[in-house]
Nanobody, 119 residues
Framework: VQLQASGGGLVQTGGSLRLSCAAS????????VAWYRQAPGKQRYLVAA???????NYGDSVKGRFTISRDNAKNTVYLQMNSLKPEDTAVYYC??????????????WGQGTQVTVSS
């Protein structure tokens, strides 16, 4: 199983980025997918998740600014990030697993992509 995240970079406050994560080796359409982030010295934080049926969850700090989506034909999950803030700076990880709740401990994880928001 491989999850390959891309799309990170440096952006100014208020800007936008779209992260992508291509999966292989799993029945992608049957898995929940999620984006987490971790900043230095902080715990891993659930940014957004989507079940195989399309139900979404968002972290409180990103609601209304970030959107998770998936393209099952391309085995890819996306994270559209708008109105970025310096506190969004972190390494962003994509993950997948049978259910959203099982991802943290039993999911498959990608390598992470750095997002830096300058003030």
């Amino acid at each position: 199983v491989q999850l390959q995240a891309s799309g990170g970079g440096l952006v100014q406050t208020g800007g936008s980025l779209r992260l992508s994560c291509a999966a292989s080796g799993i029945m992608f359409s049957r898995n929940a997918v999620a984006w987490y982030r971790q900043a230095p010295g902080k715990q891993r934080y659930l940014v957004a998740a989507m079940s195989s049926g399309g139900t979404t969850n968002y972290g409180d700090s990103v609601k209304g600014r970030f959107t998770i989506s998936r393209d099952n034909a391309k085995n890819t999950v996306y994270l559209q990030m708008n109105s970025l803030k310096p506190e969004d700076t972190a390494v962003y990880y994509c993950a997948a697993g049978p259910f959203i709740e099982t991802i943290p401990n039993r999911g498959y994880w990608g390598q992470g992509t750095q997002v830096t928001v300058s003030s």
